[in-house]
């Protein structure tokens, strides 16, 4: 098994709480702040599962601190996966 790990910016908006994974181009969103973590965690595991099932290189993940001085609004935690 592989681990991947990658930065998460979360922010409400209206009346959803919406996860954007900068460095993948993915958005999630959720009822409550736990459920979008949640599907946050399930989304980045069907990527990666998706990338290793069919050999596309999965790049190097931006720094924590680089996502978090840019998003200084925003709640940015680490989200990770087991493939």
Request: with cysteine; glycine share 2%.
């Amino acid at each position: 098994m592989k681990q991947y790990l990658f930065s998460a910016i979360f922010y409400k908006e209206d009346d959803k709480f919406i996860v954007l994974f900068p460095d993948l181009g993915i958005t999630i969103d959720g009822d409550t702040i736990e459920d979008a973590y949640l599907f946050a965690k399930e989304s980045l595991r069907v990527y990666c599962s998706y990338a290793e099932k069919f050999d596309i290189e999965i790049e190097m993940p931006s720094r924590f601190e680089d996502v978090l001085k840019k998003n200084p609004r925003d709640l940015v935690m680490l989200v990770d996966c087991l493939v």
